[in-house]
Each structure stands twice: as C-alpha cells, then as structure tokens.
C-alpha cells in the first residue's frame, strides 16, 4: 500500500492526451477538437466576442503557447497584431512559422483577394488576401483533412483516428450543403461591415454587394454611406455586421435602402465541437435567406 501511494502522483501526471494545441479562435479550436479528438487537449487563445484583429498578446496566452506541442491559427494575417508578439514572448522553438507544430488554416487553400493590389497605406489590413476562411464549410473541410496530416506527423501513433475524423467532419459538411444552398438560394444576397463572411456568400453562390468599410480596416464614411445606398437602392439583400463592429453605418444605410440588419459573429462558441460550428452556419444561412 505504501508503495502504491508512492506511485500515485506519477500516475496522475501521465496525460491522458497526446499533444497540447493553441488555437487561436473558436473556430480554430473547434476544427482541432473535430479532428483531434480525445487525443489533443485545446485551449483557444482569443474568445469569439472580440475582433480577432485586434487582440494583444497577453500573459495567458504566452502561457498557453509555452506549453503546447500545435498551434493552430486562421493565418493570412488575420493574427498579425498579437501571434507573434505571443509566439515570440513564448520561447517555444517547436511552434514557430515554418516548424511543423505551427499550422495555418489559410495556407491550406486557395483564398479570395490574393494577388490584388492591396494596399497598406490605404489601410487594408489583408494585403495577403482574405484570411476569413473559417466561415466557409467547405473550406474548412479541406483544412481539417491538412490539419489531420500534420497531427499525424506530431503524433504518427495517432494518426488513423486523425484521418478519420477529419474524413468524418467532410463528410457533414457534405451532408448538410444541399440543405444550406437550397434554404439560401436565389436569395438577394448580402452587404457586410467587413470581407469577414465573403467566403460564405461565395460557398452559398449569393452574392457580396459591398462592405461598410471603404477598405478592409477602415471604418465606413459619410459618402462610401452614400454611394452604396445609391448603388443598392431598389434591390434585395441583407446587411449582416459582428456584434462588435460598430452599428452605426449598417443602421443610416438600413435606412436608406430598406434591407433588414442582421449581428451575426464570425465563430462559434468558445470550446465548440462540430455541432457548434454547424449551428453558427445554419444561423448565418437563416438571415441571408430573404426571400
Ligand atoms: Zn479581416
């Protein structure tokens, strides 16, 4: 019995999981957990009710990087501001850009925007092209299936159930396409604050008429208002803005042209599984259907 109480806290400190992941936003961690399974233990860096453009490099986050074998992060830029501050402050070697225990979502397929002549001086915070791949399911299919790939080669003992789950969450988002296409379809489409849910206009062939913002970064003015009204008067669509981008301008255009507003956010709830994600898409597939 002595014995046995000698051994027990070395028991209890064997993990029960094969690699720690940082996932930089709810979608992100959702996708590690989808794909991981009971193999990954995920913690999610930035929570789904903030600008993930925004965000600071914080000390829990330093933390949390320390301590994990993947990060797992939209990528194009969209973490620019605080990731490698928070990578850097880490000092964990394994996990920086290039080294296989870091992996982008963006990097995975191809992205709208790429290749234009964004311009940084005029604000645009893409110039890299539009990194808001999470809110296409599509997109996020063939992510899960490269995110499988690299989990495997972290842990190769692992990696048949990596492959599996990812063939698993393609194989729902498979399964719920037509439901979504068919709910939205010949809908008059959409107006955003920002390119952050063009993705899910392009997968559900609706069409983008325009953003709030001038340029990705920059907030809306009183002629862009203006020009859009004059643009969009007399057709049918819907202006759909985050909860956290300023209402103001989607409100004065609103009233202008006649089209409901829709709050929608941009990820799932924090520590979300598939379920959760596909729940965000049916809510955003719910406001774009006006018929
Ligand atoms: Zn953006």
Same mark, same amino acid.
């Given at each position: ?5 000698? +051994? +027990? ?19 992100? !961690? ?14 999610? &860096? ?7 453009? &925004? ?14 074998? &993947? ?6 830029? +969209? ?10 402050? /880490?000092?964990? /070697? ?10 982008? /979502? ?16 005029? !604000? ?61 379809? #010949? ?13 899910? +206009? ?5 069409? &983008? ?7 990705? !970064? ?57 379920? #959760? ?15």
């Amino acid at each position: 019995m002595k014995r046995l109480l000698f +051994l +027990l806290p070395l028991l209890v400190a064997v993990p029960a999981w094969a690699l720690d992941v940082a996932a930089t936003t709810s979608s992100m !961690g959702m996708l590690a957990r989808a794909v991981g399974g009971s193999q990954v233990r995920v913690t999610e &860096l930035a929570p789904p009710d903030r600008d993930a453009h &925004l965000l600071q490099a914080k000390p829990s986050m330093l933390r949390t990087l320390r301590d994990a074998q &993947l990060v797992v992060a939209v990528g194009a830029e +969209l973490e620019i501001g605080w990731l490698p501050a928070a990578l850097g402050g /880490a000092a964990n /070697a394994a996990i920086l850009p290039g080294r296989p225990g870091y992996f982008e /979502a963006a990097a995975q397929v191809p992205l709208l925007d790429a290749g234009q002549a964004a311009d940084r001086a005029q !604000g645009d915070v893409h110039p890299a092209g539009n990194p808001h791949v999470n809110l296409d399911p599509g997109r996020m299919a063939i992510v899960a299936r490269a995110l499988a790939e690299r989990l495997a080669r972290l842990d190769a003992a692992n990696a048949a159930g990596y492959r599996e789950r990812a063939q698993a969450f393609a194989a729902a988002v498979e399964a719920r396409s037509s439901g979504w296409r068919r709910q939205a379809g #010949g809908s008059g489409g959409a107006l955003l604050y920002h390119k952050d849910a063009a993705y899910l +206009l392009h997968y559900l062939s609706l069409p &983008l008429h325009g953003t709030l913002e001038p340029v990705p !970064g920059v907030a809306p003015t009183a002629s862009h208002l203006e020009a859009l009204a004059g643009r969009l008067k007399g057709k049918p669509g819907v202006i759909v803005h985050t909860p956290w981008q300023p209402p103001a301008g989607a409100e004065k255009l609103a009233s202008l042209i006649g089209w409901k507003v829709a709050v929608l956010p941009l990820d799932p709830p924090a520590g979300s599984d598939a379920a #959760g994600y596909f729940a965000l898409i049916d809510r955003w597939v719910e406001a774009l259907a006006t018929k």
